[in-house]
């Protein structure tokens, strides 16, 4: 257990809809990481959080959004789904922005669109 | 283009062979870690490495950073099927933790 906690852990929903990815870092971690995984890409970075703030932005798509809370948790929202957002989300968590790369992963949502 | 290319993507032998995955880059990293990710899970930790030339064993892994810290190499001996799985590499740059395809390793009995 790698104390990381995301929900759902399965969402199937249709084309054109939003939803909306959870996530609790580990106790004591400030900083909260989103990735998108998909067989043929492997694990692309969306986007960073530190503390509250927009840390670092990597492939995220205009009609993707996230946020951290005061309480540190995040959501990931996805909006005008496509069937092509299909994917295992993941979010993973680190002390601080530091760049040692070391991350504690949540076992991921997993997000079909009809 | 691929920031951090895995090699080979696929790879399945005997129990008790010894193996070696790679993870290239054209860039220098601060900073390279190795990942192990089980189907349905979230990749997990395995190692850090941060000096160029830097050798780090977990029992029968060892990791490698090259001297340059632009690669890494794992090398697994006498592999066992519970070291099946999907091995990552990843990188952090500009605040960024970038991540290979991985090597989808499967161990045979």
């Known amino acids: 257990d790698s104390g990381v906690t995301q929900t759902p852990k399965h969402l199937i929903t249709a084309t054109g809809q939003r939803v909306t990815l959870r996530c609790s870092p580990r106790s004591g971690d400030l900083s909260v990481y989103w990735y998108q995984q998909s067989l043929d890409q492997g694990l692309q970075f969306l986007i960073q959080y530190y503390n509250g703030e927009e840390r670092a932005k990597g492939n995220i798509l205009e009609r993707f959004s996230a946020q951290q809370f005061p309480d540190l948790h995040s959501e990931l929202n996805l909006s005008s789904l496509e069937l092509g957002d299909s994917a295992l989300y993941f979010c993973?968590?680190?002390?601080?922005?530091?760049?040692?790369?070391?991350?504690?992963f949540g076992e991921g949502s997993r997000l079909t669109v009809l | 283009t691929q920031l951090l290319e895995q090699s080979p993507q696929f790879l399945s032998i005997q129990e008790g062979e010894n193996l070696t995955v790679y993870c290239n880059s054209s860039s220098v990293f601060s900073s390279l870690q190795w990942y192990r990710q089980e189907p349905g899970e979230g990749p997990v930790l395995l190692v850090t490495v941060v000096t160029g030339g830097e050798v780090k064993k977990l029992k029968r892994l060892t990791f490698q950073f090259g001297d340059a810290r632009k690669d890494s190499s794992l090398h697994i001996t006498a592999a066992q099927p519970g070291d099946t799985g999907l091995y990552l590499c990843a990188g952090a740059r500009d605040d960024k933790i970038i991540f290979g395809k991985g090597t989808r390793l499967h161990i045979l009995p």
């Open positions: 993973a968590s680190s002390v601080g922005p530091h760049k040692t790369g070391e991350l504690f």
